[in-house]
């Protein structure tokens, strides 16, 4: 089992009205792991990961799930597959524990409804129907529902969006305590600080194929073998302007504007470079309000990957 | 059998066994439906007002060949209910579980997509168990006294007709918009109740309604029910009509229900 992957898929095709939204996508993820798959919207994330759960039959290439085909072995691998759906799949007439309880019976060993009920904060609004609940206790409960069979694969759509600083650190903990326990989480995400923090692994999918995967630091770290540099990102106080830096710094720095108050200087990024750069701004008066130094952001690989320009 | 408290420790990963599955999903469906204010009104209170209205009112003139009021108006009255269980509040209920995703998140569930279609028609048949002997008591009330054998094949007609409602229900929504499935779930009840011989029968229809409304399943149903409980037998045109429809229209929904 550690050494098979809990989903694997081969050379997906997934075509709408003769448009292909996935196109030849490769993707396995470990039991134990949590894999990202991170892209713009329209990228083919949701596709791929409905193939994975049984919902759309694909066009052309292999998925499997614990070694199953996920239309045709459905009925074996429904009771192993845990699903949170990207809007959601509440009926909004219920009350939020009926639902859980209800999914609850769908199964001959689900977690005790009440304790898991707890753990997600699902108390303070049990008795309140799904139309009147918030973005965050919606997704809450949809995450609620979705691990309640405790299954061995889970497939999360966008767990993250719409919630509250305070659900979001709730639902990631209980993530990684999946993961812990011998999960493979699958989620999909356009939110780097989540792929950052939570993932194991991630794929980053655009236009329907992998154009990148790996774990967080080796994503940066072809990065910055690829520029063979570092970057330095200060914040100011003040607009300034990137010229006078450029003079100071030398033709072996880049030094590029991020918005009006901020700049990014690339380069070997040594001592002196910091200080160089924060000596430059002192003599002009202007104060450093942030300095982000050496490493690059997920966002950054990720923006150079897929392109700055609004789709 | 549960996991320890807040642990997520990994289950036996079964599934519940299909019959309680396809229970609780029905009793899930069947409560959605009867806590929904505006389902109970269309689904209990008018048809029992229809009933008391029609039988006690005397606005409106009924060529009842003989048999009571109360005797000849009951049978439409009971199938008119069924469709509004069996077709309005269904395909109401299903176009927006279909819109917001439910059908397809109780789709990946060990209940599937048949546990799902199962629990429906269950949920369904237990709405019509409660219409059925609220609209059977105020009838009594009123005189009604049906011979047992008419009752039960009244039964086997409210199956089939159910059967034929049901599955409009699922080929409406599951091809229309939800918003167009409810404006349109309830202008074919308002039609079919008014020009479609469910509670005044087809050959007492205006000219061109009363040819075309025996061949539409809201006539046959009516035809069924009266034949059953008015002369205790089942017609065998209406039955067949009937049973045409359900096939029917079960092929056209099993064709082109869309889980999207």
């Known amino acids: ?311 | 059998m549960t996991a320890p408290a807040g642990h997520p420790a990994p289950g036996r990963h079964a599934a519940a066994p299909g019959a309680r599955r396809v229970l609780a999903q029905a009793g899930f469906e069947a409560r959605m439906i009867l806590r929904n204010g505006e389902q109970v009104l269309v689904a209990v209170v008018i048809p029992v007002l229809a009933l008391v209205g029609l039988v006690q009112g005397t606005f409106v003139e009924i060529d009842t060949a003989g048999s009571s009021r109360v005797d000849f108006l009951t049978p439409g009255v009971l199938a008119l209910a069924v469709m509004t269980a069996s077709f309005t509040s269904q395909a109401i209920a299903t176009g927006f579980d279909r819109r917001n995703g439910v059908l397809r998140l109780l789709a990946t569930t060990p209940l599937g997509r048949g546990g799902l279609l199962a629990g429906k028609v269950l949920g369904v048949l237990a709405v019509e168990a409660v219409q059925v002997l609220l609209l059977g008591a105020a009838a009594v009330v009123l005189g009604w006294r049906p011979g047992v054998a008419g009752v039960v094949l009244a039964l086997v007609g409210v199956v089939l007709g159910t059967a034929a409602f049901t599955a409009l229900a699922l080929l409406v929504a599951g091809t229309l918009r939800a918003e167009a499935v409810l404006a349109l779930a309830n202008l074919l009840l308002l039609v079919l109740a008014l020009g479609g011989g469910v509670i005044v029968p087809a050959d007492r229809l205006p000219g061109p309604f009363a040819a075309l409304a025996s061949w539409l399943p809201s006539g046959a149903f009516g035809d069924v029910l009266r034949g059953a409980l008015l002369d205790g037998s089942l017609p065998l045109l209406p039955v067949l009509v009937l049973a045409a429809w359900a096939v029917g229209l079960g092929a056209l929904a099993a064709r082109f229900f869309r889980w999207h």
């Open chain 1, 1 to 311: 089992m550690p050494h098979s992957p809990a989903v694997e898929v081969r050379g997906l095709v997934k075509r709408y009205d003769g448009r292909a939204v996935v196109d030849g996508l490769d993707l396995s993820a470990a039991a134990g792991r949590v894999t990202a798959v991170l892209g713009p919207n329209g990228a083919g994330k949701t596709t791929t990961v409905e193939c994975c759960e049984g919902l759309r039959p694909p066009d052309a290439g292999t998925v499997r799930v614990l070694g199953l085909d996920p239309v045709a072995d459905g009925a074996a691998l429904r009771p192993l597959v845990g699903v949170m759906l990207q809007d959601g799949g509440l009926p909004t007439g219920v009350r939020a524990r009926e639902m859980l309880d209800h999914v609850a019976r769908m199964y001959a060993d689900p977690w005790d409804t009440d304790a898991l009920a707890e753990r997600l904060g699902l108390d303070g609004f049990a008795r309140t129907t799904v139309r009147r609940l918030s973005g965050g206790q919606r997704q809450r409960l949809a995450l609620a529902v979705a691990v309640v069979g405790r299954p061995r694969v889970v497939f999360l759509d966008e767990p993250s969006a719409g919630m509250d600083p305070q659900s979001r650190l709730a639902v990631w903990q209980l993530v990684r305590e999946l993961r812990d326990e011998g999960a493979a989480v699958i989620l999909t995400t356009h939110l780097m600080e989540e792929a950052e923090d939570l993932a194991d692994h991630v794929v980053v999918v655009d236009h329907g194929t992998v154009i990148a995967q790996g774990s967080v630091p080796e994503l940066l770290a072809t990065d910055v073998d690829r520029r063979g540099a570092a970057t330095l990102v200060v914040h100011t106080a003040h607009d300034v302007a990137a010229t006078g830096l450029r003079e100071r710094l030398g033709p072996s720095y880049a030094v590029e504007h991020r918005s009006a108050t901020s700049l990014a200087v690339t380069g070997e990024v040594t001592p002196s470079t910091v200080a160089t750069v924060t000596a430059w701004l002192a003599a002009q008066d202007v104060l450093v309000t942030r300095l982000d130094l050496g490493r690059r952001t997920l966002e950054d690989v990720f923006l150079d990957l897929t392109g700055r320009s609004l789709r």
